[in-house]
């Protein structure tokens, strides 16, 4: 059983900060990628950012230059630097366990129950 802990969200006004944290439990001993989504309401989960085990990064449009993800593999945990927010970045964000491997079978991907970022002034 693997489970995935969000923590970070809030509430900020227009220009500030927010990190999110994700720590992924369970009988692990590897993880493909880790990764951030959004879902706002009336619309579609998106991707916000994803990191691999090796450091690669990609990111949405729409957060590149303002938000930054790092990842501890030997923690399992991923992090979201939320700089510059604006009210459209409001949304519930979860996280992302991609290929999930234990000792010695494939676990497949897990999402963490979500946390909520809200953007106003």
């Known amino acids: 059983q693997v489970q995935l802990v969000e923590s970070g969200g809030g509430l900020v006004q227009p220009g500030g900060s927010l990190r999110l944290s994700c720590v992924a439990s369970g009988s692990i001993f590897s993880i493909n990628a880790m990764g951030w989504y959004r879902q706002a309401p009336g619309k579609q989960r998106e991707l916000v950012a994803a990191?691999?085990?090796?450091?690669?990064?990609n990111y949405a449009d729409s957060v590149k230059g303002r938000f930054t993800i790092t990842r501890d593999n030997a923690k399992n945990t991923v992090y979201l630097q939320m700089n510059s927010l604006k009210p459209e970045d409001t949304a519930v964000y979860y996280c992302?366990?991609?290929?999930?491997?234990?000792?010695?079978?494939?676990?497949?991907?897990?999402w963490g129950q979500g946390t909520q970022v809200t953007v106003s002034s």
């Open positions: 992302n366990a991609l290929r999930v491997s234990g000792a010695t079978e494939e676990l497949g991907d897990y």
């Open positions: 990191i691999t085990s090796g450091g690669s990064t």
